[in-house]
């Protein structure tokens, strides 16, 4: 029993136990392995420093920067902070790290999975190996079928990798975390700031995004303020059944009663606003959902059932075989299309002299990275409506520089067919995946 899976072991046997030496885990080897863990093309840091660069001496540096954690000499250098957009509008910002804060990074995350996989509950999803976002999207259609759920609660906690406190991140971290030179390697992390022009500005809340550390802190975090918290609610408070599912900071509860929803949400925002955290008021809502919402509304005279957006669709009541039988069905979100194609339509802009041929590779990637995720069963409709969008926008930059005459759609669809992926259903039901992986 030795390494990373002796972690995992003990991690299983001694639940709330510490662990008081864990920093002679961060080996050479470990670096190595996080080296190539990391995307090869992605931006550099202050420095400059690129994952090639760094490649033509790896052992050296690698060598250097096991000696530097070790020897207490290693100093994270400042992120540097770009704004990214949102679908609604807004900006996000995105912290870049130095290559070798990645690194290290990226090894202490190996530490913690150790210990945190055995710790982390089942109806947690985000940033975890070996879960991802359409495991938990199987979980939400699988719960509400096979649950007493008529409301569903989608909560969302408002600018939360920003409000995370770090007195109450290193206290949930002391549970299992006794070793004081990984403790202040977090520390270290999480408060060393951003640069703002020529000078540094430290960060005293918060966890910065973009850093490979960020997940799973994010995890912890919530894993003690509102799972552990949620899981006990559901044992001993709910009167009726109740479904949870987390993925990073959004969560979606169903209930079988409209009181435990009610009680619930007031019960979690006390809990939240305890830790520094509130629930977003314009992205939260409770609404009747599930087997009986649609008989339900339509007794109260108040028309089909409300909608809620959870991991990129919205998801929706209605009546499948001969209007009788209950269904699930989720289409991509209106605004996250719309904000895809604005990103498609400026860079047909930028590639405006490019051959057609070039453009095509390019159009199909992003079409085929689109069918990916969003192609699942009955999302149909969303996807011919995406295809023919981009296939407009394209014929449209086509036409404005062309010199020579008018091209027809017809001609259009013909010469640019091979870059259009064949539209077919990519994943399974909910439940016939769910139930395989479980």
Not at 83 to 108: F, H, N, W, Y
């Amino acid at each position: 029993m030795i390494g990373l899976a002796g972690v995992r072991q003990a991690a299983q046997r001694k639940k709330d136990v510490p662990f008081t030496a864990l920093l002679h885990h961060i080996t050479v080897s470990l670096l190595t392995q996080s080296y190539y863990a990391l995307k090869r093309n992605s931006a550099s840091g202050i420095d400059g420093v690129t994952w090639q660069a760094y490649q033509e001496n790896l052992n050296e540096n690698l060598l250097l920067l096991h000696s530097k954690i070790h020897s207490g000499n290693y100093r994270p250098k400042p992120a540097r902070r770009i704004m990214i957009p949102k679908a609604d509008g807004t900006e996000r910002p995105l912290s870049i790290l130095c290559l070798e804060d990645k690194i290290a990074q990226q090894a202490v995350v190996s530490v913690l999975e150790a210990i945190y996989e055995e710790d982390f509950l089942g109806f947690s999803y985000g940033f975890r190996p070996g879960k991802g976002q359409h495991d938990a999207l199987d979980a939400l259609s699988v719960g509400i079928y096979r649950k007493r759920v008529n409301w569903v609660l989608d909560a969302d906690i408002q600018k939360f990798f920003d409000m995370m406190n770090h007195d109450w991140m290193l206290r949930f971290l002391e549970h299992r975390l006794g070793d004081k030179r990984l403790l202040r390697l977090i520390t270290a992390w999480l408060k060393v700031g951003v640069m703002d022009g020529a000078h540094r500005r430290k960060a005293h809340i918060g966890a910065p995004q973009g850093a490979v550390i960020s997940p799973i802190l994010a995890n912890v975090y919530l894993h003690y303020v509102l799972d552990l918290w949620a899981h006990k609610w559901r044992r001993q408070s709910s009167r009726g059944d109740m479904m949870i599912i987390r993925y990073a900071d959004d969560s979606v509860f169903g209930f079988e009663y409209e009181d435990d929803a009610h009680h619930f949400l007031t019960e979690m925002r006390m809990r939240l606003n305890k830790f520094g955290l509130t629930i977003h008021p314009d992205k939260t809502q409770l609404i009747c959902f599930g087997k009986y919402a649609i008989g339900m509304r339509k007794n109260r005279g108040e028309g089909s059932p409300e909608t809620f957006d959870f991991l990129g669709f919205t998801h929706y009541c209605t009546l499948g075989y001969k209007r009788k039988t209950f269904v699930i069905r989720r289409k991509t979100i209106r605004k996250r299309m719309r904000a895809s194609l604005r990103v498609i339509k400026a860079e047909l802009r930028k590639r405006w002299h490019d051959p057609l041929a070039e453009t095509g590779k390019w159009i199909k990637r992003i079409l085929q990275g689109h069918l990916n995720y969003f192609s699942v069963p009955g999302n149909d409709r969303s996807i011919w409506l995406f295809f023919g969008e981009v296939r407009r926008h394209w014929l449209k930059r086509i036409r404005k520089r062309s010199q020579r005459g008018f091209m027809s759609w017809e001609k259009f669809v013909k010469i640019t067919a091979p870059y259009f992926p064949k539209i077919r259903v990519v994943h399974p039901h909910p439940r016939q995946r769910f139930g395989v992986r479980t």
